[in-house]
């Protein structure tokens, strides 16, 4: 079978699955509300650290089950330390079938608020400093400059570290660059950054838009991202030249992401990434998602390709737990079928 019709069944599978057993889908955070990432994240961007109002308005609110949310809710504490400073963490830990344990993260985030619109954002990660940058906004929030060490914005920013999407462009999560951010809100709610960095030596300019919003009850989401890297010695070192257009729609119950991406001068390298998403109840969802790599389109053979289900379960606010299984469709574990069971907590 070749890609397409794979793609296609595998969407066709899912929708008979949600719709056979009347459960609805969440899109992701941003088009579900209809609103950019910065609501809920302290990046103009999003990625990393919550603010308050994403700690509890949205992640209190709708990540948990309802029934223990009403249990711990006498018991909750704000994120903030002082009038000028507030924390979060980020903590994920796989168990593989092999039986064994495998730390992915362990992020303690720091926010300190030096002046009204003018804060220092810290982010220490197992081994060393993450993030560690200075972000100004103007004119009520709607443009600012981010100076320091940060994570490039890029795509969908899909938390799978495996996703092809994020592997084939190297945006592995110790990728950190030391730069000037600069962007804004125009045309009534797009988001557009300019990005600019010099590891190692190696130039890198990038642009990265998208706008989220809806027409009526359906949401939306629409971007691109544009990487442009300066060649040294025939190569381009950890950062290649890479491009992105990514989006997805929701409606009632149900919800679709995708990107897709190219690597290299030529485009040499395709990706593509797509999932449904959908809640059960509030504190457990059923996601479906599809990843493909072609290292030479101008090949016949050699593409990579896995399916994984998953359901993401949150028996109490600010803990996850992931059981998931991914099946590989093409690529040198051809049929293999692998399990995993995540821990997540995050604040």
Same mark, same amino acid.
């Given at each position: 079978?070749?890609?397409?019709?794979?793609?296609?069944?595998?969407? $066709?599978?899912?929708?008979?699955?949600?719709?056979?057993?009347?459960?609805? =889908?969440?899109?992701?955070?941003?088009?579900?509300?209809?609103?950019?990432?910065?609501?809920?994240?302290?990046?103009?961007?999003?990625?990393?650290?919550?603010?308050?109002?994403?700690?509890?308005?949205?992640?209190?609110?709708?990540?948990?089950?309802?029934?223990?949310?009403?249990? !711990?809710?006498?018991?909750?504490?704000?994120?903030?330390?002082?009038?000028?400073?507030?924390?979060?963490? /980020?903590?994920?830990?796989?168990?593989?079938?092999?039986?064994?344990?495998?730390?992915?993260?362990?992020?303690?985030?720091?926010?300190?608020?030096?002046?009204?619109?003018?804060?220092?954002?810290?982010?220490?990660?197992?081994?060393?400093?993450? /993030? =560690?940058?200075? #972000?100004?906004?103007?004119?009520?929030?709607?443009?600012?400059?981010?100076?320091?060490?940060?994570?490039?914005?890029?795509?969908?920013?899909?938390? /799978?570290?495996?996703?092809?999407?994020?592997?084939?462009? #190297? #945006?592995?999560?110790?990728?950190?660059?030391?730069?000037? =951010?600069?962007?804004?809100?125009?045309?009534?709610?797009?988001?557009?950054?300019?990005?600019?960095?010099?590891?190692?030596?190696?130039? !890198?300019?990038? #642009?990265?838009?998208?706008?989220?919003?809806?027409?009526?009850?359906?949401?939306?989401?629409?971007?691109?991202?544009?990487?442009?890297?300066?060649?040294?010695?025939?190569?381009? $070192?950890?950062?290649?030249?890479?491009?992105?257009?990514?989006?997805?729609?929701?409606?009632?119950?149900?919800?679709?992401?995708?990107?897709?991406?190219?690597?290299?001068?030529?485009?040499?390298?395709?990706?593509?990434?797509?999932?449904?998403?959908?809640?059960?109840?509030?504190? $457990?969802?059923?996601?479906?998602?599809?990843?493909?790599?072609?290292?030479?389109?101008?090949?016949?053979?050699?593409?990579?390709?896995?399916?994984?289900?998953?359901?993401?379960?949150?028996?109490?606010?600010?803990?996850?737990?992931?059981?998931?299984?991914?099946?590989?469709?093409?690529?040198?574990?051809? /049929?293999?079928?692998?399990?995993?069971?995540? $821990?997540?907590?995050?604040?």
């Amino acid at each position: 079978m070749t890609s397409k019709p794979r793609i296609f069944a595998f969407f $066709l599978f899912s929708f008979l699955i949600l719709t056979s057993i009347s459960i609805y =889908s969440i899109p992701r955070l941003s088009l579900e509300h209809a609103t950019p990432c910065v609501t809920c994240h302290v990046s103009p961007n999003g990625g990393g650290m919550r603010n308050e109002f994403g700690n509890f308005a949205v992640s209190y609110n709708e990540l948990c089950l309802q029934s223990t949310k009403k249990l !711990v809710e006498p018991y909750r504490l704000k994120p903030r330390i002082s009038d000028n400073l507030t924390y979060g963490i /980020d903590y994920r830990m796989l168990y593989l079938e092999q039986g064994r344990f495998f730390r992915m993260q362990t992020d303690l985030y720091l926010n300190v608020e030096l002046l009204k619109n003018i804060s220092y954002n810290l982010t220490f990660g197992q081994t060393y400093v993450k /993030d =560690s940058y200075l #972000l100004l906004r103007f004119k009520d929030e709607h443009y600012w400059i981010k100076a320091g060490r940060f994570f490039p914005a890029y795509g969908l920013r899909d938390p /799978d570290h495996n996703a092809y999407v994020r592997t084939v462009p #190297l #945006l592995g999560p110790e990728l950190n660059v030391d730069g000037l =951010s600069v962007g804004g809100n125009f045309f009534g709610g797009s988001n557009i950054t300019l990005e600019f960095y010099e590891p190692e030596g190696q130039r !890198v300019a990038a #642009l990265h838009s998208f706008r989220a919003g809806a027409f009526g009850s359906v949401g939306f989401l629409t971007g691109l991202s544009w990487r442009q890297s300066e060649e040294i010695d025939g190569g381009y $070192l950890g950062f290649p030249i890479s491009k992105s257009l990514f989006g997805g729609l929701s409606y009632d119950r149900f919800t679709l992401l995708g990107e897709v991406g190219s690597v290299g001068k030529g485009n040499e390298q395709r990706t593509l990434y797509a999932q449904m998403a959908s809640r059960i109840i509030y504190g $457990l969802y059923f996601i479906s998602e599809y990843n493909f790599h072609d290292p030479d389109w101008s090949a016949k053979t050699g593409s990579n390709e896995f399916w994984r289900f998953s359901f993401e379960f949150f028996p109490i606010p600010f803990v996850e737990l992931r059981p998931a299984i991914t099946y590989i469709g093409e690529g040198p574990r051809k /049929d293999q079928v692998d399990f995993f069971v995540q $821990l997540h907590v995050s604040y």
